[in-house]
């Protein structure tokens, strides 16, 4: 598991505005890597690109090239569902859905496509995906309750669960703390730690103290102005960009001068 | 040491003086009343003047004119309420006190067949038990609601589902929209008419079965349906259907598995209240079902009865023209029965929603 994502040249639109102007950036497998800059630079228009859920959006498409290990996610014959089969994602609020139990939740990937599974596999898959998202401990005991009922950082984990169910290649995670407190947050971290083991993992945030935590490498986004497309300024270690940053614009941003 | 009296409670009206003015209104009612003639519909009228005007007054002395303004306001609410429930009290009562002496087994499970003017004359003679009874309409009733329900819930469903799920707002939704809107405001005689001609077009002239009927009926409930499963599918959390996206489930799948199944509950009993909207529908039946007076288990052949054309029928044509009386009870009773059917289609409007609703307990 795990494979790296080349984009070349990539531009995003919403109909006729440029999101997201030329971005080239390359995220290595089985690494973190954190994507980081002011509200509406287009980090997460970036980050919904990697898996074709952008096109979710009316009237939303992308120019330029995304490579899944060199094959080209936007291939006129690629197929978005497979893509996001291999790309998981984890969204800012967390969205178990509500009327399934926290087994049904875990096995949502499967199920919902149909695909037979017997009772045996199902339960190691369950129990497989919830202790690699840390909360086997936790809900062992009511696998059959609603997910709903959870707290929200058991459910946003409970949404880890069922991404890494589906056995992605890489996980992308959109502001997955946002909503949550520190201590939830910190159990995301740590899983975030060691989900880098087996899976590539993109994350946005807009909190520098936790892309400086959890990232291998860190990838600076700003806008000139409003209604100017979001541009890549700056991309590399995590170090680097906290410590020394080439840019300007990106040194103000991390140490707090600015956005 | 006592503590002083806190300065935010003054000005308030004690608790006692509305009853005051309650009981001062109901005697001033009274003997107003009684200048006209006595009577408690007059008395209730200026009863509730006065205590509107007293009350009011009262707090606007005591508690200034804010406060006066907020009490004027809901006792005037208090009253609409009352204005509106009024009625509806009225017209359950009335029914069943008029309907209940005629729910006899005879009358739920016999059909009027056979039944003939000579036998309601011997009855109000003899002063037996009234025969003959409205089970072939029942069992219209619901078999033409049945059909009405499997035509209309498909079409609707699914042209909720194309307007939320698939159109992004081109000129086809925006006329099915426009459409819908219409069809909602057809009266309900011209969808019958509508489907007595249309199936009239197909299978000559007169044809009147109760298919036809199920027809005109759909035709008024499909916009309810699709109007009411559109709001349902429009608040289901966009993050659901994305959270399905990712997991790289088809779209198609995502409806019918995630979005669908979140607004059961809703779709369930807007579905419901459709078919309590259409069951006591008289105008289109009488247009396409025509009228029979036994038992027809065949929605595709013959004439067929509901109970509102039952009561229709009962009341304009009495089966004896000189002895109403067992007509009018049989008319009685089977509004009665309407109004119970009706009752238990909302009731189990409530329950669907309540079973099918997403679980939240921890």
Redesign the interface.
Request: proline letters at 12%; glycine letters at 6%.
């Given at each position: 598991m795990s494979k790296r994502i080349d984009v070349k040249d990539l531009n995003v639109y919403y109909g006729k505005f440029l999101a997201v102007e030329d971005v080239n950036l390359t995220i290595e497998a089985r690494s973190v890597t954190a994507f980081i800059g002011p509200s509406g630079c287009g980090k997460s228009t970036f980050l919904r690109t990697l898996?074709r859920?952008h096109e979710?959006i009316?009237g939303a498409r992308v120019e330029g090239e995304v490579l899944l290990d060199g094959d080209d996610l936007y291939d006129d014959a690629v197929d978005p569902?497979?893509?996001?089969?291999?790309i998981?994602?984890v969204?800012q609020?967390p969205?178990?859905?509500?009327?399934m139990s926290i087994r049904d939740n875990v096995l949502?990937?499967v199920?919902?496509?149909?695909k037979r599974i017997s009772k045996s596999d199902a339960d190691a898959l369950v129990e497989k995906s919830l202790r690699g998202a840390n909360l086997w401990n936790e809900v062992k005991d009511r696998l059959a309750?609603?997910g709903?009922?959870l707290s929200g950082g058991q459910q946003q984990r409970l949404?880890i669960a069922?991404?890494i169910a589906?056995s992605p290649e890489v996980i992308l995670m959109d502001e997955p703390c946002s909503a949550l407190d520190p201590i939830s947050t910190l159990a995301i971290e740590d899983l975030i730690n060691e989900l880098k083991n087996d899976y590539t993992v993109a994350i946005v945030t807009h909190n520098m103290q936790q892309a400086a935590r959890v990232s291998d490498k860190t990838a600076f986004f700003n806008i000139a102005a409003t209604g100017k497309p979001g541009k890549l300024i700056e991309y590399g270690n995590t170090a680097d960009i906290f410590n020394m940053p080439k840019e300007k614009s990106t040194e103000d941003y991390v140490s707090g001068r600015f956005g | 040491m006592t503590r002083r009296p806190s300065q935010f409670t003054k000005n308030k009206l004690p608790r006692w003086a509305i009853w005051a003015v309650l009981a001062g209104a109901l005697i001033l009612g009274a003997a107003f009343s009684a200048l006209l003639g006595f009577s408690l519909v007059t008395m209730s009228l200026f009863a509730a003047i006065f205590f509107v005007v007293g009350g009011t007054a009262a707090s606007g002395a005591v508690e200034g004119s804010r406060k006066a303004k907020d009490r004027l306001a809901t006792y005037l609410i208090y009253g609409a309420f009352i204005v509106a429930v009024l009625p509806l009290l009225s017209v359950i009562w009335t029914v069943l006190e008029r309907g209940l002496p005629g729910m006899t087994s005879d009358f739920l499970f016999r059909s009027m067949n056979g039944l003939t003017g000579a036998i309601d004359n011997q009855t109000v003679a003899e002063g037996t038990p009234v025969l003959g009874g409205a089970y072939h309409a029942i069992l219209g009733t619901l078999q033409i609601t049945l059909w009405a329900t499997i035509i209309s819930v498909p079409v609707g469903l699914l042209a909720a589902i194309y307007l939320v799920e698939y159109s992004?707002g081109g000129p086809l939704s925006r006329a099915i929209t426009f459409f819908v809107d219409v069809m909602t405001g057809i009266p309900s005689i011209v969808a019958g008419l509508f489907a007595a001609a249309l199936f009239g077009l197909i299978f000559g002239p007169g044809t009147r079965t109760g298919f036809v009927a199920a027809a005109a009926l759909s035709v008024l409930m499909i916009p309810v349906v699709v109007r009411s499963t559109e709001e349902m599918l429009k608040i289901v959390?966009n993050?659901?259907?994305?959270?399905?996206?990712?997991?790289?489930?088809?779209k198609w799948?995502?409806i019918t598995?995630?979005v669908i199944?979140?607004a059961i509950s809703g779709i369930a009993s807007g579905v419901t209240l459709a078919i309590a909207r259409v069951i006591g529908e008289t105008a289109p039946i009488l247009v396409t079902a025509g009228f029979a007076r036994g038992i027809n288990l065949d929605v595709f052949g013959g004439w067929m009865s509901t109970l509102p054309t039952y009561i229709y029928y009962q009341i304009i044509t009495p089966t004896s023209p000189t002895s109403t009386d067992p007509s009018i009870q049989r008319a009685w009773a089977a509004a009665l029965v309407l109004i119970i059917l009706v009752m238990m289609l909302n009731l189990a409007a409530r329950l669907i929603a309540r079973m099918f609703a997403?679980?939240?307990?921890?």
């Open positions: 898996n859920m979710v009316p569902v497979h893509v996001r089969s291999q998981g994602m969204f609020r969205n178990p859905f509500p009327t949502a990937g199920k919902l496509n149909s309750r609603p709903s009922g949404c069922r991404a589906v | 992004t959390p993050e659901l259907r994305e959270a399905s996206f990712a997991l790289g489930v088809r799948r995502t598995k995630v199944p979140t997403p679980k939240t307990s921890r």
